[in-house]
T-cell receptor
Framework: DAKTTQPPSMDCAEGRAANLPCNHS???????VYWYRQIHSQGPQYIIH???NNETNEMASLIITEDRKSSTLILPHATLRDTAVYYC????????????FGPGTRLSVLP | GAVVSQHPSWVICKSGTSVKIECRSL??????MFWYRQFPKQSLMLMAT?????????EQGVEKDKFLINHASLTLSTLTVTSAHPEDSSFYIC????????????FGEGSRLTVL
């Protein structure tokens, strides 16, 4: 699986959009981009994933660059409850394959 | 989304005792489950892949005789930490994949083990 690079930490004001970047310059054509988050002392929570096209769901939007070497997770209106560690993972779509977690980005939403 | 449940959510035990952690898929069947371990301020590290009806596959450096994994049914996998020691104190998290949901891996709430 391709390696990802994320900033170790970010701050965001409550109510503002949080834009979390992820670099995955060695991603291959059949690898998806996944985003999970982990709130303190809880298991990771799935947020969103995509292959090429931008994706949006009730939690967030995922913007993938045309060359697929980077992506951005957007939380449109961050709340204090969005404070968590956010993990960007790239992996081949395969039932038996696990997810490899990097250090992620610690997002702090400030009042 | 699919639900994965772990029990217990926290446990404290004496050094030398064994502790069992259960991971259940509540509304789906999972032929494969994954067990992760997370130390404070660190990321999740995969310990083993649990396969229903067969032996688990352990990651390099994980002692299979110390961390016993049993996946006897399509909805239950157990992790037993045998002869636990203080260095085994950690946050243990299981996860499972649902075929009908493309891609996502669903995680349990985690189990915090403290060995005194």
């Amino acid at each position: 699986d391709a390696k990802t690079t994320q900033p170790p930490s970010m701050d965001c004001a409550e109510g503002r959009a949080a834009n979390l970047p992820c670099n995955h310059s060695t991603i291959s054509g059949n690898e998806y981009v996944y985003w999970y988050r982990q709130i303190h002392s809880q298991g990771p929570q799935y947020i969103i994933h995509g292959l090429k096209n931008n994706e949006t769901n009730e939690m967030a939007s995922l913007i993938i660059t045309e060359d697929r070497k980077s992506s951005t997770l957007i939380l449109p209106h961050a709340t204090l409850r969005d404070t968590a560690v956010y993990y960007c993972i790239v992996r081949v779509e395969s039932y038996g394959q696990n997810f490899v977690f990097g250090p992620g980005t610690r997002l702090s939403v400030l009042p | 989304g699919a639900v994965v449940s772990q029990h217990p959510s926290w446990v404290i035990c004496k050094s030398g005792t064994s502790v069992k952690i259960e991971c259940r898929s509540l509304d789906f069947q999972a032929t494969t489950m994954f067990w992760y371990r997370q130390f404070p301020k660190q990321s999740l590290m995969l310990m083993a892949t649990s396969n229903e009806g067969s032996k688990a596959t352990y990651e390099q450096g994980v002692e299979k005789d110390k961390f016993l994994i049993n996946h006897a049914s399509l909805t239950l996998s157990t992790l037993t930490v045998t002869s636990a020691h203080p260095e085994d104190s950690s946050f243990y998290i299981c996860s499972a994949r649902v075929e009908r949901y493309t891609g996502e891996l669903f995680f349990g709430e985690g189990s915090r083990l403290t060995v005194l």
